[in-house]
């Protein structure tokens, strides 16, 4: 969650920076659970003791949205 509110350092010097800053970042409070639990729930993301970390299925995802 604190990276999805922190998004804009991921991105520092581009508009999407600037952008996710004023927005306070990806989603709002109240949809960001509900963004992990969907994720979650499809198999993208699972949870491995406290961190949430991304699937075998999720990875594959990233690297093909990456190549395009």
């Known amino acids: 969650i604190d990276e999805m509110r922190q998004a804009a350092k991921l ?3 581009t508009e999407w920076a600037r952008i996710l800053k004023q927005v306070s970042g990806l989603g709002t409070a109240a949809t960001r659970d509900s963004v ?4 979650k729930h499809h198999g993208y993301l699972a949870r491995s003791g406290k961190p949430i970390v991304p699937t075998q299925k999720g990875e594959a995802l990233y ?4 190549a395009q």
Do not use: C, H, K, W
Request: proline share 0%.
């Open 36 to 39: 992990i639990e969907a994720l």
């Open 63 to 66: 690297d093909y949205l990456a």
């Open 11 to 13: 991105l520092e010097g």
